[in-house]
Structures are given as C-alpha cells and as structure tokens.
Nanobody, 115 residues
Framework: QVQLVESGGGLVQPGGSLRLSCAAS????????VAWYRQTPGNQRALVAS???????NYADAVQGRFAISRDNAKNAVYLQMDNLKPEDTAVYYC?????????WGQGTQVTVSS
C-alpha cells in the first residue's frame, strides 16, 4: 500500500520561508502527476502547485512567484519551497499523487504564518 508522509510544516512569521517534503513508501512518483493542496477549516482542499505526468508545472495564482514545487524521483520525494509567506497561506498542506488508476494523499502538515 502506498504511503505518503509530509513533513516540514510549522509556525513561521510573515515573510519567512518553509520547505515541505513528501516522502513515498515506493516509487509512486515516477511517471505520475504530483501535487500539493491546502485546506483551511470549513473549506475544500485547493490546489497549490502540481507537476503533470509530462513535467508541466502549474501554480495557483495566490502562490505564483512565491512557491516552487519540485520532485526527486531517485529519493521518492516531492518538495514545496514556500517563500515570502503570508498569513493567508496558513493551512494544512497535503501531498497528492495521481496515477492512471488511483489517487493517494498524505496525512497533511500544518503551516501557520503569524507574527
């Protein structure tokens, strides 16, 4: 069974940076689309950034220019570098992998941006 484990969340001041990591139990990232989503209380999960199966990278307008998604297939890992964080970035962040037949989620990691 595929397991995704996120790490790197925490409390940071506005303008600060965090780097989220998502580690997989196997080579699930190879050849599949990967993404980061975030969710705040009372709202649905929203796409933050993604890498398609063909390597096309997409960002939500709210994070364009501040966040960067990357993947390391050799390490079975996906990352989200978050710079110039704002209070509205506060959320639980989830790693997502979509194969042709299934979708997998991690358990989420809390990011809080506050002074």
């Amino acid at each position: 069974q595929v397991q995704l484990v996120e790490s790197g969340g925490g409390l940071v001041q506005p303008g600060g940076s965090l780097r989220l990591s998502c580690a997989a139990s196997g080579s699930i990232f190879v050849g599949n689309a990967v993404a980061w989503y975030r969710q705040t209380p009372g709202n649905q999960r929203a796409l933050v950034a993604s890498i398609s199966r063909r390597g096309y990278i997409n960002y939500a307008d709210a994070v364009q220019g501040r966040f960067a998604i990357s993947r390391d297939n050799a390490k079975n890992a996906v990352y989200l570098q978050m710079d110039n964080l704002k209070p509205e970035d506060t959320a639980v962040y989830y790693c997502n992998v979509a194969s042709l037949t299934a979708t997998y989620w991690g358990q989420g990691t809390q990011v809080t941006v506050s002074s």
